[in-house]
C-alpha cells in the first residue's frame, strides 16, 4: 500500500523521495516534518556536520494547498554541504563500513561511490517520509516516540513514568533520554569516548500508543507485522539488533510468566479487551493486539574512527589504516527519530491496508465501523 523510494548521495546536490500511496485529503503539516528532520540532526556526540546542515523539506509533487491529491508525493532536501566531485577518491575501506563489500559487489576501485550512497545522510529522507506516515497515524490517534534506554553501558529507567512524563523528560534532554540521573553519566561516556577519538552504539525503545487491535495478518510470512517492523528498523545504517516487548527475556521465562492474560472492562471506552502486563510488545502473531507496541534496537559504534583500525589498501594491496571520514562520536539519540520514522512507515502501511488507501474521508468512515464493531465484543 506506501512505499518510498530515495535517491541521492551524501555530499550531492540533494536528497530526492518520491512516498507513494498516501491517500487523497490528507493534510501536510510542514512544520512538524522540519521539526522531525531538526530532531534528527540534534544530539550531544553528533558531528560538525549537523551545524553545516539545515535540513528542511521543499515538497515537488503530490501536494496541492496543504494537502495531498492522489498522486506521489515527492519532495528534496538540499545538501548545504554540496562537495562530492571535490571528495578524493578512498582506497583503504573501513572495517564495518559497507566500503570493501560495496567495491567487490559493484566493481569499483574508488569507495567513494559506495560511502556517498550508505552513509547515514540519507536517513534525512526517510525522517521526511516518515513523518508524512506520523500525520496519517496522528489522524487517528496513534503517537509513535522514542527514548533512549542505554549509552556505551549506561543504562537509564523509565519504570513506573507515563508516557507524557516520558516526553517531558526527554524534550529537556540532549541525548533523548528521559532518565535526567543516567542522562549525566551517559554525556560522561561520550565525553570520554570523544577524548579518546572512539565511538559509542546503544539502544533505544520505540513505543506506539492508540493502535487498534488487528492490523497485520498471521494469514502469510510477509504479512507479519513483526517481521515488517524487523525489517524495516533493521534496514537502519548500524541497527545490529531488534526484540519486541520482553523480546529475549522472554526466551528465558516460563510460559506462566511469558504471556499476557485477557481481562475484560465493560466500562473502557472502545475495544473492551485489555492486559495487566504487555511482554508481547503489543503484538501476538503478528498483529496488534490493542496495547501499546514496544520495540527495542540495538545500535552498534560508529565505524569511521578518529582512531583508524587495521585495513588494506586496495590499489597497492598493502597493509594500511583505514580512511577517517568526518562522523559523530555516538548516533545513538538520532537513531531514535530514524527508528520512529521506519516504525511509523510499517504501521501506516499496514492501516492503510485494514481501511483503505485512496481517500481520507473513506479511511475515516472504514475506521470508524471497525471501532465501533470491536466496541460491541
Do not use: W
Not at 538540499?78 to 573501513?94: C, G, L, V, W
Not at 563489500?101 to 540519507?122: M, P
Amino acid at each position: 500500500m506506501l512505499r518510498y523510494l530515495t535517491a541521492g548521495e551524501s555530499h550531492g546536490e540533494c536528497l530526492t523521495t518520491i512516498v507513494d500511496g498516501l491517500p487523497a485529503g490528507l493534510a501536510i503539516d510542514e512544520a512538524f516534518i522540519n521539526a522531525q528532520l531538526a530532531r534528527r540532526q540534534s544530539g550531544y556526540g553528533r558531528s560538525e556536520r549537523q551545524q553545516i546542515e539545515t535540513d528542511r523539506v521543499h515538497f515537488t509533487a503530490g501536494v496541492r494547498n496543504g494537502e495531498t491529491i492522489s498522486g506521489p508525493v515527492s519532495f528534496t532536501i538540499k545538501n548545504a554541504d554540496f562537495s562530492i566531485s571535490e571528495k578524493p577518491a578512498i582506497t583503504r575501506p573501513r572495517p564495518g563500513h559497507a566500503d570493501l563489500a560495496g567495491v567487490v559487489k559493484y566493481d569499483r576501485t574508488d569507495a567513494r561511490d559506495i560511502l556517498e550512497r550508505s552513509s547515514a545522510r540519507g536517513t534525512a529522507s526517510q525522517v521526511a517520509a516518515g513523518a508524512l506516515a506520523q500525520l496519517l497515524l496522528r489522524a487517528f490517534g496513534i503517537e509513535v516516540m522514542s527514548y533512549v534506554v542505554n549509552i556505551g553501558g549506561i543504562s537509564a529507567d523509565v519504570t513506573g513514568k507515563t508516557s507524557g512524563e516520558i516526553e517531558a523528560l526527554k524534550a529537556e534532554s540532549r541525548i533523548n533520554c528521559a532518565d535526567p540521573m543516567m542522562e549525566a553519566e551517559m554525556i560522561g561516556v561520550i565525553d570520554k569516548a570523544i577524548e579518546q577519538n572512539d565511538t559509542l552504539g546503544g539502544i533505544f525503545e520505540v513505543v506506539a500508543t492508540g493502535l487498534p487491535p488487528g492490523l497485520g495478518s498471521y494469514a502469510q510470512y510477509d504479512r507479519r507485522l513483526d517481521g515488517r517492523l524487523a525489517q524495516a528498523v533493521t534496514s537502519i545504517q548500524a541497527i545490529k539488533g531488534v526484540e519486541i516487548g520482553d523480546g529475549f527475556k522472554l526466551a528465558l521465562a516460563p510460559g506462566s510468566a511469558a504471556h499476557d492474560e485477557i481481562l475484560r472492562d465493560p466500562k473502557r471506552k472502545g475495544f473492551k479487551y485489555t492486559r495487566t502486563t504487555n511482554h508481547a510488545g503489543g503484538l501476538e502473531g503478528g498483529m496488534t493486539n490493542g496495547m501499546p507496541l514496544v520495540l527495542r534496537a540495538a545500535m552498534k559504534p560508529i565505524s569511521t574512527l578518529r582512531q583508524p583500525l587495521k585495513s588494506v589498501d586496495m590499489q597497492s594491496k598493502k597493509p594500511a589504516e583505514a580512511i577517517y571520514e568526518r562522523s559523530d562520536t555516538t548516533a545513538v539519540p538520532a537513531a531514535c527519530v530514524v527508528a520512529e520514522a521506519a516504525v511509523a512507515l510499517a504501521l501506516a502501511d499496514v492501516f492503510l491496508e485494514k481501511f483503505g488507501a485512496d481517500a481520507m474521508g473513506d479511511i475515516r468512515a472504514a475506521y470508524a465501523a471497525y471501532i465501533a464493531r470491536i466496541s460491541a465484543l
